[in-house]
């Protein structure tokens, strides 16, 4: 699994702190403090028919997450939401499309991690692509990675952070077994999350997920558990064993970049029938009927309102 250029993001039109500019014409800061030590915090959004699904609980993660690290400034939700409008509006976009929010610490005045190096700030950077979920919905293959995931008192994971270089390995080693991407343990040896989503499982009709001990809050699964309780499925929040996911009817993993994707092999084995499990799919049915319905409106197809500047 490889994403492919979009012809479509050719002539993108990025946000970098309030200013819009042709994405061959961007520029950062070396001085950045996500430059100089990945010291910026992140979130990805999915633009559906002009609504941002769960708006207001991915931005709730970044100001947690930036509250966390320490920052001495933080834009409001209202003012990210402005610039939000104003990047899709440049781009004309209204369907069909993730962003990417980087908010970053800011510039420093000389290099060096001292969070009171940093002067000017912070960044916040807005780039919408138009993207489809990027995960096959035949069927993903996992391999579990040697790495393991941090536990709170390493590096808490509630901090959704932008140093990414932990699941990067992880995904290396996916790409040189073969796999879509890489299952990785907490330091107990239970499942936490692959490289980049969150994970689940079921065995005869009750659907499992590991608890959020080693793996963030993640907005697509917490949705997942909110369609249970509403539908009635059996579900448990619990610790899983790479032997519980081999033995698994169906696996699936959730994000907001890829949705929910079904997952057909774990190191070698065969999961279920080898093909989408009937849960699978009606949660999957599930998730696009309500995505269809909910969300934070932020475009329009005609007529759009002018962005105040």
Known sequence: MLQ????????????????????????????????????????????????IFRLEQHLDRLVNSAKALAFAQIPTREAIT????????????????????????????????????????????????????????????????SLRRFPPDCLDPKIHHNNLVQSILAKIEANVAGADDALMLDQRGFIAETNATHVFIVQ???????????????????????????????HEEVDLTLSQAYCADEMFCTGTMGELAAVTKADG???????????????SALFRELTAREGTIVAQAHGWPRATD
């Not at 009171?116 to 990675?145: D, M």
């Not at 084995?269 to 949660?283: A, C």
Request: hydrophobic share 35%.
């Open 4 to 51: 492919k250029f979009d012809e479509r993001n050719r002539n993108l039109i990025v946000n970098v702190s309030g200013e819009l500019v042709h994405r061959d014409q961007a520029r950062i800061s070396p001085f950045d403090s996500s430059v100089q030590g990945g010291d910026a915090v992140w979130e990805g959004l999915r633009l559906y028919s002009g609504r």
């Open 82 to 145: 402005h610039e939000i409008r104003r990047t899709l509006e440049a781009n004309g976009m209204f369907d069909g499309v993730h962003i990417r929010l980087t908010l970053t610490r800011g510039v420093k005045i000389t290099s060096g991690m001292d969070p009171r190096l940093n002067t000017q700030g912070p960044t916040l950077i807005v780039l919408a692509e138009h993207k489809v979920p990027v995960y096959a919905k035949g069927g993903l293959s996992l391999v579990t990675s």
């Open 204 to 234: 005869q009709g009750l659907l499992r997920t590991p608890r959020l001990v080693a793996c963030p809050e993640g907005i697509t699964r917490a949705t997942v558990l909110e369609l249970c309780r509403t539908h009635g499925i059996p």
């Open 269 to 283: 084995r065969q999961i279920g029938d080898g093909q989408p499990g009937p849960l699978t799919q009606r949660l």
